[in-house]
C-alpha cells in the first residue's frame, strides 16, 4: 500500500514534575556551604563530580521498562556506570515537557526554578545528527542500544505477518498507546484503512494485557515495551511472537539512544563513555536488559 509519510515524533521529549524541600540552615552550615560552592566553582566538571561523591542522573518517567518512577533499565545502567567510577547514584526521575528542548533545558544545561541545578546527564537521550545540531549547548554522547517499532501478535490468529493488511479487516482488532507513534501511524496511515480496528491505551502494557486476555489480536509498541510487557505474563508468553513490520511511514532502523549532558561536560563525558564500554564488553549491560525481559540491541 501507498502512504503518506507520517513525521516521526521520536519517543524522547518527556514529563515534568518536581517538589523540593527546603531546609533550614544555621549561620555555620550557610558559611561552609558558601565556602565549598566558591571552591567547586574552581573545578573541572569531572572533579565536581568526584568532590560530590554522586553523579545526579535524570530519567524520565512513564517510559517502562526504561525508567518509571525512579526504576528500570536505565536506572540500572546509570548504577553500573556510577559504580564503574566509584560514585554514588541520585536518580532525578522527571515528567516529559512539551518539546524535547525543554527537557534539555530542564535537565542537561540551565536547571529548573522548580528542579534546581541541571542533572550531570540525562539517560535516554536520542543520539541523531539533526537534534545533536538543533540542541547545540547539549553534548550527545555514548550511545548505549537502539529501539524500533514492533508489532506483538497472537500467533494463533495472526500465525504470519508481513504486511499491515489485515488490520483493515473486520475483527483484527489493534492496540497502541494513545498519541504515540503507533497510534497515530494506524490512525492515519493508507487512507485511515485500520482506524476503525484501532484501540487506544494509556500504557503499552495495558494494551498487551488486553491483547493476552483476548481482547485485541495485536499490539503495536517499541519493541522493548513489547518483550518487557509480555514477559509479565510468562505462563502465556509463548501464545504471542513480537516482530518488526515494516511501513513507509515508521523509521525503517528505529532510533539510537545514549546519554545527554551539558556541553563543556566533556571530560564527564569521555569517562562515562569508557564506563559504558566496559559494560557492553562485559556482558553486564545485556544482563541489564535480560532481567527486564528485552533483548540486548547495539546501537
Known amino acids: 500500500m501507498n502512504a503518506t509519510p507520517i513525521a516521526l515524533t521520536l519517543p524522547f521529549s518527556f514529563r515534568k514534575t518536581a517538589n523540593l524541600a527546603v531546609k533550614a540552615l544555621s549561620a555555620v ?5 558558601v565556602h565549598v560552592g566558591a571552591q567547586a566553582q574552581e573545578l573541572t566538571d569531572w572533579a565536581k563530580v568526584q568532590a560530590s561523591g554522586v553523579l545526579t542522573v535524570a530519567v524520565y518517567n512513564y517510559l517502562a521498562p526504561y525508567s518509571d518512577q525512579g526504576k528500570g533499565i536505565d536506572v540500572d545502567i546509570a548504577r553500573a556506570l556510577a559504580g564503574k567510577l566509584g560514585l554514588g547514584l541520585r536518580v532525578r526521575p522527571f515528567n516529559e515537557d512539551e518539546e524535547f528542548s525543554d527537557d534539555i533545558r530542564n535537565m542537561v544545561t540551565r536547571g529548573h526554578y522548580l528542579a534546581g541545578a541541571p542533572a550531570d546527564i540525562l539517560m535516554h537521550a536520542p ?4 537534534i545533536m545540531q538543533k540542541e547545540d549547548q547539549a553534548l550527545f554522547f555514548s550511545p548505549y542500544t537502539r529501539d524500533d517499532i514492533f508489532v506483538a501478535r497472537n500467533i494463533k490468529k495472526l500465525p504470519t505477518l508481513d504486511s499491515f493488511k489485515p488490520f483493515s479487516e473486520a475483527g483484527n482488532r489493534i492496540g497502541a498507546e494513545t498519541a504515540a507513534l503507533p497510534s497515530i501511524m494506524l490512525a492515519g496511515a ?20 488486553a491483547m493476552v486476555s483476548g481482547e485485541l489480536v495485536a499490539v503495536m509498541a517499541t519493541r522493548a515495551e513489547l518483550e518487557w510487557a509480555l514477559q509479565q505474563h510468562p505462563d502465556k508468553k509463548a501464545d504471542f ?19 545527554a549532558t551539558k556541553k563543556s561536560n566533556k571530560e564527564l563525558a569521555e569517562k562515562l563513555t569508557n564506563a559504558m564500554n566496559d559494560l557492553k564488553e562485559s556482558g553486564e549491560l545485556a544482563k541489564i536488559f535480560e532481567k527486564y525481559g528485552v533483548k540486548y540491541i547495539r546501537p
Not at 493508507?190 to 494485557?209: I, M, Q, R, S
Open 127 to 130: 543520539v541523531d545528527a539533526y
Open 190 to 209: 493508507d487512507n485511515a484503512a485500520y482506524a476503525d480496528n484501532l484501540v487506544n491505551f494509556k500504557t503499552p502494557k495495558e494494551a498487551v494485557d
Open 29 to 33: 552550615a550557610i558559611a561552609f556551604s
Open 241 to 259: 511472537y513480537v516482530s518488526k513490520v515494516p511501513h513507509n511511514s515508521l523509521p525503517p532502523k528505529g532510533w539510537v539512544v545514549g546519554m
